[in-house]
């Protein structure tokens, strides 16, 4: 993702007179928010969502996931995702990045995911770099993957307002 991007306001869903939103408010959200909707798509086309962290790390989001679990199954499958996150009240922004979720490899990137990880949420996210194919979990290796975006859909509530970033 890059900071110089510029969106374009949806004016069937967004009210009069209204200004896209900003990239720097897209990070920005990115960055600071807690807690991540991730979706993917089950080998027989059923979506899957779950909730879980995240971070924003050289222009992209990261996640982790063991490699049991069902959305490490879907993305072997079909890497295409949407992650999504924002406020569940009225008033604010929610964002959500839609691209491929591509596996992080080697032992400095996912030492630098690791560090930004525990940086942002503190030591209870301490992640022991595991080789160069992930993080060492309690359910065994979990894979990092990287979003490389295509596009991002910022939705303002106050007043309402659709932006569309295309990547």
């Known amino acids: 993702m890059n900071s110089a991007q510029t969106g374009q306001i949806d004016s069937r869903f967004s009210a009069p007179e209204t200004e896209p939103t900003s990239w720097s408010d897209v990070e920005s ?3 600071r928010a807690e807690i991540y909707w991730i979706s993917t798509v089950r080998a027989d086309g059923r979506p899957h969502v ?19 679990e069902q959305k490490a199954h879907n993305l072997e499958q079909n ?21 491929t979720a591509d ?9 630098a995911i690791a560090e930004a990880t ?7 996210w301490h ?16 894979a990092v993957f990287r979003i490389e975006a295509s596009k991002v859909l910022a939705f303002a509530k106050e007043p309402y307002a659709q932006t569309t970033f295309r990547l």
């Open 79 to 99: 890497q295409k995702v949407a992650l999504t996150t924002g406020s569940n009240r009225f008033g604010g922004l929610d964002v959500v990045v839609e691209g």
């Open 29 to 31: 959200l990115l960055e």
């Open 50 to 68: 779950t909730p879980l962290i995240g971070v924003l790390h050289d222009g992209a989001m990261h996640f982790s996931t063991g490699l049991r």
């Open 103 to 111: 596996r992080v490899t080697g032992r400095d990137r996912l030492q």
């Open 118 to 124: 525990e940086a942002k949420y503190g030591s209870v």
């Open 127 to 142: 992640f022991d770099v595991e080789g160069d194919d992930g993080f060492e979990s309690v359910g065994g290796l979990a």
